[in-house]
């Protein structure tokens, strides 16, 4: 299982799991608050719909 953790700041941040072969289990801390999302490669490369403004392909690039 491949697992990427970034501390945007203080209080925020964001962890990114593959827990299938196409499905990505992502983690987001926004000021004291954790939600959880089950995405898809192709969900988390439009990564704004988290309301997140972070490129995170360079990150996906290396799991393939």
Do not use: P, W
């Not at 608050?33 to 089950?38: A, G, Q, R």
């Amino acid at each position: 299982m491949k697992s990427v953790n970034l501390q945007l700041d203080e209080k925020n941040s964001l962890e990114i799991t593959q827990v299938g072969e196409h499905l990505f289990e992502v983690r987001l801390g926004m000021n004291g608050s954790i939600s959880v999302y089950y995405m898809t490669r192709e969900q988390l490369l439009d990564f704004d719909q988290l309301g997140a403004h972070i490129c995170i392909e360079s990150i996906l690039e290396n799991d393939k």
